[in-house]
């Protein structure tokens, strides 16, 4: 038993004397770190300086400077293109109604989207009771004519008779104003046969023009009269037209036969066509005039419904630049041009029209200067720059 408790002393005499070397050691290393480090540090502080990039001539680094693209644009043939919307119509629509005193609608011949000739029946009025007035008349003509051939027989006969004394010259004059009197007879009667004759056919509903049905009105079975209004509607020889709406500076650029295309709403396909028309005068109220643009036939081309034209109004020869080119600011607009330096300068400018080609500049380039196309938002007066050549 004393052998066991001294050993348990011995052990716990050890343990209190192995933690203070354990910490000893343990700063004893982060000391050795410490060191390496500092030793570290200060050789790197002691290296010389990387030997400097050489300047840009000038004095500035190359680095520093700003690329840009660069062109010099010339000039280009652009056209001038006005853009508008409106309705398709027909180019001269005749409204179709009764010419006579109407009637019973008996036939309709024709339909909507019929080609008819100039003068065609498009519907048949009844003309029962006209036409045994109009067989009145021509048997009126027969008596007549019957009295005129008597009145001239007696004529002639006094006049064999008046030589030998038989008739005085006064029955002479009363037989021949007889014959006379009988020929008025004849002509009236046949004037009143052709009054009627023509007013039998006003009962039927003629086409004033040849051109298309674009609409129908009337049905067989209908009393129809001067007072029933429009029966048909039709497009003189099929023609059609856009009436467009465009403002007061775009009328003033068109001019009579400026081509144009047209495109349906709903449809990829254009018409060409041109203008005919151009408004002669402009709306006080809403600042717009009417251009008129002429189409021929297309059953795609529907009266009434709506499209958009490109008409082409004339054509300049200009400077046109990438809408990316030209800035703007309070002062007005402008581009930058690079001078012998490659340094950025200001070049006011005034633009024209906006197409797919570009910005078209009508003052303030020659097209032989060289243009900063991209990054000029980003540069500042005399700033130089490095200048790239833009690619065809």
């Not at 190359?62 to 010099?72: G, I, P």
């Not at 027909?90 to 909507?112: I, N, W």
């Not at 036939?297 to 034209?309: D, E, H, I, M, W």
């Amino acid at each position: 038993m004393n052998y066991e408790a001294g050993m348990l002393d011995r052990q716990e005499q050890l343990g209190f004397e192995g933690e203070p070397a354990r910490r000893g050691r343990k700063w004893l290393w982060i000391g050795l770190g410490a060191f390496v480090l500092v030793v570290i540090a200060g050789f790197l502080l002691m290296r010389p300086a990387s030997k400097p990039l050489p300047a840009a001539k000038g004095g500035k680094d190359q680095s520093q400077l700003l690329t840009v693209t660069v062109s010099a644009p010339g000039q280009q043939t652009a056209s001038t293109i006005v853009t508008g919307t409106g309705s398709l119509a027909a180019k001269r629509e005749m409204p179709v109604g009764v010419a006579g005193e109407g009637g019973l609608v008996t036939r309709v011949l024709v339909d909507a989207g019929s080609w008819v000739q100039k003068g065609q029946v498009l519907a048949v009025v009844d003309r029962s009771v006209q036409a045994q007035t109009a067989e009145s008349l021509a048997a009126q003509i027969r008596v007549a004519e019957a009295d005129a051939k008597l009145a001239q027989a007696n004529l002639e006969r006094a006049e064999k008779l008046v030589g030998n004394g038989f008739i005085s010259r006064a029955d002479i004059d009363q037989k021949t104003a007889a014959r006379d009197q009988a020929l008025a007879r004849v002509r009236v009667a046949r004037a009143q046969l052709a009054e009627t004759q023509a007013r039998n056919r006003r009962l039927d509903i003629r086409a004033p023009e040849a051109g298309l049905v674009l609409a129908r009105q009337i049905e067989p079975g209908q009393i129809v009269s001067s007072g029933s209004g429009t029966l048909f509607r039709m497009a003189m020889d099929g023609q059609l037209e856009l009436r467009t709406q465009l403002s007061e500076s775009d009328v003033q650029k068109l001019h009579v036969g400026a081509p144009a295309e047209v495109t349906p709403v709903g449809s990829q396909t254009s018409f060409q066509g041109q203008v005919w028309q151009v408004s002669p005068v402009i709306d006080p109220t809403s600042r717009l005039g009417i251009a008129r643009i002429a189409l021929p036939y297309n059953p795609a081309l529907r009266p009434g419904g709506f499209a958009s034209a490109r008409i082409v109004a004339g054509a300049v020869t200009s400077v046109i630049l990438p809408q990316s080119a030209v800035q703007s600011d309070q002062l007005g607009t402008y581009v930058y041009v690079l001078n012998d330096k490659n340094e950025a300068v200001r070049r006011d400018v005034k633009t024209g029209d906006v197409s797919d080609q570009g910005v078209r500049i009508a003052s303030g380039l020659t097209g032989n200067e060289r243009v900063v196309m991209t990054a000029g938002a980003f540069l500042n007066p005399g700033q130089k720059v490095i200048p790239q050549l833009q690619k065809k």
